[in-house]
């Protein structure tokens, strides 16, 4: 079959963009499966990404012409010691979305044949790019070991770290969940639902219109920097505001789809916890969430009941923490899965020295100078 497979590359956004009709069409093909990866969230963010962001975009078909294959990367600028400039693919999309769990898509039964083609594009188009950076790629299913395979069989520089992210496999009831946590996290569930409801007016909502959008979303970033801020540290939206537009910018459009499950539990009108999440493919990707640290001690942990209590009534199968184990997943079941940050690079003379040395492009060293940012430029 690999011998029937033949690649382009795009660099222009115009020809990204002719891939619109085809694109969602690979995805559900795929292992790659993923909201992350889905035409509408690449969409929301190329129309807020900076003008000097550049598409790298591998594609695949098959001798019929059909996409059987994909490697949708950009390219960004990052300098050595803020000297040595360096072209780095990532997946588009990566950055400032919340975005993990990332692939190269393959129609399922060809992802080695396809994965080999991307790899051999790459390696033509070498003098194109310097590094590849992937963080929060999947072991399960196969998708770390495939690429990290495919590049050293094309001679690149191959360097991974090993992650684990949370994942709850849901049951088919509420009642069953329960009994899959400690006799400890029932019983301070339970006192913290009672201390709530000695509250007045404690109501727990579901965005459901996109008029009231905004509302949700307003609270969803202060709760979220109080929370990180009683901790000494400024919260998500804070540290990356490009993140809060996306947000604003892909909300509407998950919520059209179906995708977006927006909690939000109030006091007497007043939020005091809000958690966001995506399902797709069955699962619910837990997204971000704030609560109010002076308030009532595990409201958010209420919310977070109600919310996969929510999930198994819909027939979910997993609620999925993404990367970072932590004990507090650990308390509500999550078990853990594998993956890997991969770093991949050319043979050339700047990466002998980076890749000697075991740098990797998230210390002081090796730093971006250039990510998407906030200004729209891109068609819609």
């Known amino acids: 079959m690999a011998s029937e497979l033949r690649t382009d590359l795009l660099l222009d956004w115009p020809s990204v963009y002719s891939l619109e009709r085809e694109w969602n069409g690979l995805v559900e093909q795929s292992r790659a499966n993923i909201i992350f990866l889905t035409w509408e969230w690449f969409k929301a963010w190329a129309t807020l990404s900076d003008r000097s962001i550049k598409p790298f975009v591998i594609v695949v078909r098959d001798?019929?012409?059909?996409?059987?294959?994909?490697?949708p990367f950009y390219l960004a600028r990052y300098r050595l010691l803020k000297i040595l400039p360096y072209r780095t693919l990532r997946i588009m999309a990566d950055y400032a979305t919340g975005a993990e769990c990332l692939d190269w898509m393959a129609v399922r039964g060809s992802e080695t044949q396809v994965c080999h083609r991307i790899a051999q594009a790459m390696k033509a188009?070498?003098?194109?790019?310097?590094?590849?950076?992937?963080?929060?790629?999947?072991?399960?299913?196969?998708?770390?070991?495939?690429?990290?395979?495919?590049?050293?069989?094309?001679?690149?520089f191959c360097r991974q770290r090993s992650i684990?992210?949370?994942?709850?496999?849901?049951?088919e009831t509420f009642g069953h969940f329960l009994k899959t946590l400690s006799a400890n996290r029932r019983s301070?569930?339970?006192?913290?639902h009672k201390n709530l409801a000695s509250s007045h007016g404690v109501t727990i909502t579901r965005c459901r219109e996109e008029a009231d959008l905004g509302r949700y979303?307003?609270?969803?970033?202060?709760?979220?920097?109080?929370?990180?801020?009683?901790?000494?540290?400024?919260?998500?939206?804070?540290?990356?505001?490009?993140?809060?537009?996306?947000?604003?910018?892909?909300?509407?459009?998950?919520?059209?789809?179906?995708?977006?499950?927006?909690?939000?539990?109030?006091?007497?009108?007043?939020?005091?916890?809000?958690?966001?999440?995506?399902?797709?493919?069955?699962v619910f990707y837990q997204m971000q969430e704030g609560f109010d640290p002076d308030f009532i001690q595990g409201v958010g942990n209420?919310?977070?009941?109600?919310?996969?209590?929510?999930?198994i009534s819909e027939g979910l199968k997993g609620y999925d923490f993404l990367a970072g184990m932590s004990e507090h997943k650990r308390r509500w079941a999550s078990t853990p899965r594998m993956g890997h940050h991969?770093?991949?690079?050319?043979?050339?003379?700047?990466?002998?020295?980076?890749?000697?040395?075991?740098?990797?492009?998230?210390?002081?060293?090796?730093?971006?100078?250039?990510?998407?940012?906030?200004?729209?430029?891109?068609?819609?």
């Open 63 to 71: 001798a019929r012409g059909a996409l059987v294959g994909l490697a």
């Open 125 to 156: 188009a070498s003098r194109r790019w310097d590094c590849m950076w992937m963080p929060h790629v999947p072991a399960w299913g196969g998708a770390s070991q495939r690429i990290r395979t495919t590049c050293l069989a094309q001679d690149f």
């Open 164 to 171: 684990e992210f949370g994942y709850v496999e849901l049951p």
């Open 188 to 192: 301070e569930l339970r006192r913290q």
């Open 217 to 282: 979303l307003d609270a969803l970033f202060d709760l979220n920097h109080r929370r990180w801020r009683s901790r000494g540290q400024d919260g998500t939206f804070i540290r990356k505001p490009g993140e809060a537009l996306f947000y604003r910018k892909f909300l509407p459009v998950a919520l059209k789809k179906g995708w977006l499950r927006l909690y939000g539990l109030e006091v007497d009108g007043v939020f005091k916890a809000v958690q966001i999440g995506y399902v797709y493919n069955g």
């Open 302 to 311: 209420v919310l977070r009941a109600r919310t996969i209590e929510d999930c």
């Open 342 to 380: 991969l770093f991949v690079g050319n043979r050339n003379w700047k990466n002998r020295l980076l890749f000697f040395k075991e740098v990797w492009p998230t210390g002081r060293y090796l730093r971006p100078c250039l990510l998407p940012s906030a200004n729209a430029a891109l068609p819609e």
